[in-house]
């Protein structure tokens, strides 16, 4: 099975990947080998840093700012972008955030309408586009499908039949059920 998940790359190189795919089952008709996309699902990553890699310190403050469209601003230490408009809803001072897989910890001190401020208690580097993990169940909150997966899907499918479809971060059975409904007929 070959496995791409849409949340490491773009459009563009997933589209490359695929056709490389494509090229290779060609090449071997006589094997037989799947295609599972995995989707960004409820995911939240911040948006490229400086030089790719910006260090933050403990007892820094950074604001999080979710009004950018999409992943719009360059990272740094003082304000990290995110690809969520809407998680600022949820969160509340003292509310733990993970980054990069817990690498770089934080706690929130003050929500705006923007996004957030917090205090970074265990630093280090932080590489673009690192997921942001929040906990008590407020990523439950967002739609279980990014709409980037949707225009993701809907060019992929033109170009290849996807066999298995992965989604992170579902919580219960229902995530499953909009997910088919999402993808009508062709979600069978």
Known sequence: MARINLSHGSLKTNLKLIGKFKDARRLRPHKQCALMLELRGREIRIGKAIDGEVEVKSNSLITLDCQSPGIGGVSDTKTFYANCDIIQRYLKPNDVVYIDDGKVIGVVLEVTNEGCLFEVKVGGPVRSYSQ??????????LPIVHPKDIEDLTQISKQIPIDFLSIPFTAKGEDISKVREMLGETGK
């Open 132 to 141: 942001l993990r929040f906990v008590g169940g407020k990523h439950q909150n």
